[in-house]
């Protein structure tokens, strides 16, 4: 997994960069076929804006954007929350396509 942090139209430290990569890193944890992983931290008049960029290795494209006026710190955590919501909903399609929870909803098992 390769994981690109950058920021636009404001300066953001080391440390929350390293901040906003170990929150990322997890989202390994919840799905394994994560490929690229794009980080965009703004500034855009007075909100804070994160938005995260996954693509996976079969072929699906998840944005997260979450624009937050108190601090870079919440909108990275919304933003991830939002990011692990749209893994789980994916993750749940790809293993249920037309498999036994599929089939016992259409009365077949």
Known sequence: MRITITAKHVKVTDKMKDYAREK??????????????????????????CEINISTDIHHQLTAVVHDREDMHAAVDLCMDKAHRQLAKLKEKLKGHKGVTKRQKLGRD
């Not at 989202?27 to 804070?48: C, G, M, T």
């Open 24 to 49: 990322i890193e997890r989202l390994e944890r919840y799905f394994d076929r994560i490929a690229n992983i794009s980080v965009i931290l703004d500034q855009h008049k007075l909100d804070y804006v």
